[in-house]
């Protein structure tokens, strides 16, 4: 099993920026990609950015692109999505997740463990 940890979320005016992490515990050796899903109150699960564990692959939705930039540091069993430029529509609950398996791709249903999740809030 792999316990994942988010922090980092909060409130914060459009056009700032924000730092969500993502720890990872328990049997880390065997995730091959991490990635961060979000829901917004009233709408599904949206794929937001992906990243390869040891490859350090990503792969970014378009409605983030450029403005969002996912990491990991694979000492720390750490992942990171820095966000900036930040607009009210990505006011959502964010959650990270662990793959067992590579390739994956956007699907929720590629991931096997998931985290509780943070709240981004962003104020216009």
């Known amino acids: 099993q792999v316990q994942l940890v988010e922090s980092g979320g909060g409130l914060v005016q459009a056009g700032g920026s924000l730092r969500l992490s993502c720890a990872a515990s328990?049997?880390?050796?065997?995730?091959?990609?991490m990635g961060w899903f979000r829901q917004a109150p009233g709408k599904e699960r949206e794929f937001v950015a992906r990243i390869g564990w040891s490859g350090g692959n990503t792969d970014y939705a378009d409605s983030v692109k450029g403005r969002f930039t996912i990491s990991r540091d694979i000492a720390k069993n750490t992942m990171y999505l820095q966000m900036n430029s930040l607009k009210p529509e990505d006011t959502a609950v964010y959650y990270c997740?662990?793959?067992?398996?590579?390739?994956?791709?956007?699907?929720?249903?590629?991931?096997?463990?998931w985290g509780q999740g943070t709240q981004v809030t962003v104020s216009s």
């Open positions: 997740a662990a793959s067992r398996s590579w390739p994956v791709y956007r699907r929720s249903s590629d991931y096997a463990y």
């Open positions: 328990g049997r880390t050796f065997t995730i091959y990609a």
